[in-house]
């Protein structure tokens, strides 16, 4: 069985042309599918338009968040709930073609891929918006081991296994393959048809890149030293009270010397140093004691949903 997630905010123009496209994409594979739309808290008349597709398809399923939490929120809810073998993920603008899915499905069942990522390798979109993703795709290549052409696609597939595993949060989505991989989980990536936007406007600009960076930030420390916070707090510590203890050495011998160190600013800067790189480094050895001392989370499940549900449809 195949699960479809599409999380969606104020699409109301293209869902109609989008479902129709997908069913009959999903209709060509022969195989048993179902459709989960996930409508993050959309101020539109996209919930009412999922909602009639629900009541007229037994195999689509929809829910609502009430207010906006974001991408990572949605898909996170939707692989939770999704029952197919093989889980997919695909934007209701209709750039990423629903057509492309079988490709991406051929990777994941011959090969063995768990996580199979599209390339837009002919991307469509304005010069501004290819350039926020080629640096974007530059600097994630350049920090991290998986060497990748596209991150940020949204046409993905992936095992039930895979997709299960991921929790994610504010804009972790962009970085979903990385997450996959060091989960342990094979990824690659298939070129895609990309078409030009032909409904509303793009969600992603120059704003959105110094959102990224943050996250960029989170997942390089994830990534390399969240079991091991004191490696990086340590360092840091390290260098910081190193340098305090230079320069208060430094003034410690020039006050042997007969000068007068009191009302220098470098004695409070050289203090300040050390005190830091002393907290810096206490910060990694408490982060480190709550790793050891703390349990694995659990699945996520309706009991520990930060966010209600407005409407549910689940036809069987």
Same mark, same amino acid.
């Given at each position: 069985? *195949? ?12 869902? %109609? ?6 069913? $009959? ?8 599918? &179902? ?10 008349? /996209?919930?009412?338009? !999922?909602?009639?597709?629900?009541? #007229? %398809?037994?195999? =689509? ?6 207010? #906006?939490?974001?991408? /990572? ?27 492309? +899915?079988?490709?991406?499905? &051929? ?6 891929? &768990? =996580? ?15 350039? *926020? ?9 350049? !920090?991290?081991?998986?060497?990748? %052409? ?35 989980? $094979? ?19 120059? /704003? ?9 930030? $989170? ?27 230079? +320069?208060?050495?430094? !003034?410690?011998?020039?006050?042997? @010397?007969?000068?007068? +160190? ?8 050289? @203090?300040?140093? =050390? ?10 050895? !408490?982060?480190?004691?709550? *790793?050891? +001392? ?9 009991? #520990? ?6 409407? $549910?449809?689940?036809?069987?």
């Amino acid at each position: 069985m *195949i699960s479809v997630i599409v999380p969606i905010y104020d699409e109301e123009e293209s869902l %109609h042309p989008f479902y129709e496209e997908l069913a $009959t994409a999903l209709g060509e594979l022969k195989e048993k599918y &179902e459709v989960l739309f996930i409508d993050d808290g959309s101020t539109d008349n /996209s919930l009412e338009i !999922l909602k009639s597709f629900a009541n #007229n %398809h037994r195999n =689509v399923r929809v829910f609502s968040f009430r207010r #906006n939490l974001g991408k /990572s929120e949605a898909l996170t809810y939707g692989f939770a709930h999704a029952k197919g073998d093989y889980i997919v993920t695909l934007d209701a603008d209709l750039q990423d073609q629903p057509s492309e +899915i079988h490709k991406l499905l &051929e990777k994941a069942q011959k090969d063995g891929i &768990e =996580v199979v990522c599209g390339w837009r390798n002919k991307r469509q979109d304005a010069s501004k918006m290819k350039a *926020i993703s080629k640096l974007f795709n530059f600097l994630v290549v350049w !920090l991290f081991e998986l060497r990748l %052409h596209d991150y940020n696609c949204g046409l993905k597939v992936f095992t039930k296994d895979a997709a299960k595993s991921l929790r994610l949060y504010g804009g972790l989505h962009r970085f979903i393959p990385l997450i996959a991989y060091e989960h342990g989980f $094979t990824v690659d990536e298939v070129p895609v048809r990309h078409e030009p936007r032909r409904f509303g406007k793009s969600k992603y600009g120059f /704003s959105k890149l110094w959102k990224d960076l943050p996250d960029m930030f $989170t997942m390089l420390f994830l990534v390399k030293y969240s079991k091991r916070p004191l490696h990086f707090f340590g360092i840091v510590g390290g260098v910081l009270a190193f340098l305090g203890i230079l +320069i208060l050495s430094y !003034l410690t011998v020039l006050r042997f @010397m007969g000068e007068r +160190i009191g009302t220098r600013p470098l004695l409070f800067f050289g @203090m300040l140093l =050390v005190l830091a790189g002393f907290q810096v480094f206490f910060t990694g050895f !408490l982060a480190d004691l709550m *790793i050891n +001392i703390s349990h694995a989370p659990g699945l996520l499940d309706e009991q #520990n949903l930060h966010f209600p549900l407005k409407y $549910t449809s689940d036809k069987n």
